[in-house]
């Protein structure tokens, strides 16, 4: 399956397909989770998965996932963001206030990226293939880092701890405020409504398109025999 958007399309498709074997083209707001790639060649990756040419184990890896359960609702997900915000409505998706965050988990920290992750980036960078999370407490203490939260929007955010979270441990957050998803306010916790955070690679199956590329060309995909050429 090939994606067009950014990281709120990406989590809308593992939520319906949580196993997805995925190609993820960047074109949204924040795009952390989906690749910058050319359309052409992600096109001819797919089409050498589909047809078998190429074998998906061999060319993808397994997304990490923020698994968020609330009390008494329905179950949610995260690809690169869970964020806990002191708001107490929705409103607006996009995450603009600094002062108002309080938690953020991320699966990868990059200093190159815009939104949630870019905190965390330029304070403890994490990698995709790392077997971790980060888990960041802001709004608090006299430390604070400059970071583009969003396209254009450089905040001064204050941070008072980050630390790497292992696989399968639990994070608690309690209300009331409101939580985010890879950037975007998604639901709101009443007053001591509780709600669980944890961190597993049980994601959308993530194609390296370079890679596949490259299988194939080891094997000999592109290679086909032409006839003699005409004589004049």
Partial sequence: MLTLGGDGTNRAVAIGWPDAPLIPISTGTNNVFPRFVEATVAGAAAGLIASGRVALADVARRA???HVTIDAERDDIALIDAVLSAERFIGARALLEADLLRLALLTRADPGAVGMTAIGGLLAPLADDVDAALALTLGYGRDAVRAPIAPGLYADVRVAGARRVAFGETIEVCGPGVLAFDGERERTLKPGQR?????RRDGPWVVDVPRTLGAAAASGAFRI????????
């Fill in 64 to 66: 990490k996932v923020i």
């Fill in 195 to 199: 709600a669980t955070l944890t961190v």
């Fill in 225 to 232: 025999r032409l006839g003699e050429p005409d004589g004049d």
